[in-house]
């Protein structure tokens, strides 16, 4: 999980946006609450779509009271209080963050290598308890995990192939959302899709840099097998198309679900937000003037993600 998933504030109502900040402040202080203070650092945006997703599944009252916070200790902000769905996003966000401090402390660079090596310990740690949570769901990510490292340390020239192990990953996570066989096969699918997109997504964005710094990246990957036969720009055409179709399909899954708690929220996401992000990029790839970001964050006085 990267931080890629995320709505369009703009087109928000103001009780929704309310109601979206509110869910991410809740998980801030629930990830503090069930795994201590170093927890919050790996808020993103990601899962605080897991955690409406789910409440919409489960359409239950969603309860939100006032309350100070770190980042805003003089003013009290809207925040959704402890339930089964943010707890369960908790313990996702610790079994995935681990996995992804151990990719950093493979590919990264000496410093950074460093200062994954001084928080892994906490992490570590973190993951066990999540995992004693979660055993099956851990499980299945770590098999996922080897097998994603397998395919980078064979350095793989199809894009889908090197996609399809995070794409599966997602399955398991959204699959485990809920236990009615119906509604599990459409959200496996749903998972399938978004893991797809998110691993594509980010290997677009991080193209130069992976390059630069001589890490595995299926598209350059795919430019260096392909030569001269196909130019950059013609390499991300193709690459925004792919994200547009795997959009499309995941719309289309989605309806699928039936929800209506939540409702707009969640399509914002689908029908702006992730099209906003996957054209965002484009414009930094394609080095054209770069637009203001109409998405969250959500804590606007901060300008950043924890």
């Given at each position: 999980?990267?931080?890629?998933?995320?709505?369009?504030?703009?087109?928000?109502?103001?009780?929704?946006?309310?109601?979206?900040?509110?869910?991410?402040?809740?998980?801030?202080?629930?990830?503090?609450?069930?795994?201590?203070?170093?927890?919050?650092?790996?808020?993103?945006?990601?899962?605080?779509?897991?955690?409406?997703?789910?409440?919409?599944?489960?359409?239950?009252?969603?309860?939100?009271?006032?309350?100070?916070?770190?980042?805003?200790?003089?003013?009290?902000?809207?925040?959704?209080?402890?339930?089964?769905?943010?707890?369960?996003?908790?313990?996702?966000?610790?079994?995935?963050?681990?996995?992804?401090l151990?990719?950093?402390?493979?590919?990264?660079?000496?410093?950074?290598?460093?200062?994954?090596?001084?928080?892994?310990?906490?992490?570590r740690?973190?993951?066990?308890?999540?995992?004693?949570?979660?055993?099956?769901?851990?499980?299945?990510?770590?098999?996922?995990?080897?097998?994603?490292?397998?395919?980078?340390?064979?350095?793989?020239?199809?894009?889908?192939?090197?996609?399809?192990?995070?794409?599966c990953?997602?399955?398991?996570?959204?699959?485990?959302?809920?236990?009615?066989?119906?509604?599990?096969?459409?959200?496996?699918?749903?998972?399938?899709?978004?893991?797809?997109?998110?691993?594509?997504?980010?290997?677009?964005?991080?193209?130069?840099?992976?390059?630069?710094?001589?890490?595995?990246?299926?598209?350059a990957?795919?430019a260096?097998?392909?030569?001269?036969?196909?130019?950059?720009?013609?390499?991300?055409?193709?690459?925004?198309?792919?994200?547009?179709?795997?959009?499309?399909?995941?719309?289309?899954?989605?309806?699928?679900?039936?929800?209506?708690?939540?409702?707009?929220?969640l399509?914002?996401?689908?029908?702006?937000?992730?099209?906003?992000?996957?054209?965002?990029?484009?414009?930094?790839?394609?080095q054209?003037?770069?637009?203001?970001?109409?998405?969250?964050?959500?804590?606007?006085?901060?300008?950043?993600?924890?």
């Open positions: 999980m990267f931080g890629y998933i995320k709505p369009v504030k703009a087109e928000l109502k103001v009780k929704e946006w309310e109601a979206y900040q509110g869910i991410y402040c809740g998980l801030c202080k629930q990830l503090a609450k069930r795994y201590g203070l170093f927890a919050r650092m790996t808020l993103n945006y990601d899962f605080v779509f897991l955690a409406v997703l789910d409440m919409a599944l489960r359409e239950d009252k969603i309860y939100f009271c006032r309350q100070n916070c770190m980042a805003h200790p003089f003013k009290k902000r809207n925040c959704c209080t402890a339930n089964a769905s943010l707890e369960l996003c908790c313990d996702v966000a610790m079994l995935l963050t681990c996995h992804k151990e990719d950093d402390l493979r590919d990264e660079g000496f410093f950074k290598r460093l200062a994954v090596r001084l928080i892994l310990p906490f992490a740690r973190d993951y066990r308890k999540a995992a004693a949570e979660r055993p099956q769901l851990a499980e299945k990510l770590k098999e996922q995990m080897q097998y994603q490292n397998k395919l980078e340390s064979e350095h793989c020239t199809q894009v889908d192939a090197a996609a399809e192990p995070t794409a990953l997602m399955q398991e996570v959204l699959g485990a959302l809920s236990d009615d066989p119906i509604r599990k096969r459409v959200l496996e699918r749903l998972g399938y899709l978004m893991g797809r997109w998110v691993y594509l997504i980010d290997a677009l964005d991080d193209w130069d840099e992976d390059v630069s710094k001589n890490r595995y990246n299926p598209f990957e795919k260096k097998q392909d030569g001269e036969a196909l130019d950059r720009t013609q390499l991300y055409e193709q690459a925004k198309g792919t994200l547009y179709l795997t959009i499309a399909e995941m719309r289309k899954t989605y309806d699928l679900l039936g929800i209506r708690s939540l409702d707009t929220v399509e914002n996401v689908l029908d702006l937000g992730l099209r906003n992000t996957v054209d965002l990029i484009m414009q930094k790839r394609l054209t003037p770069k637009q203001e970001d109409p998405c969250c964050p959500a804590h606007e006085a901060d300008g950043n993600e924890r």
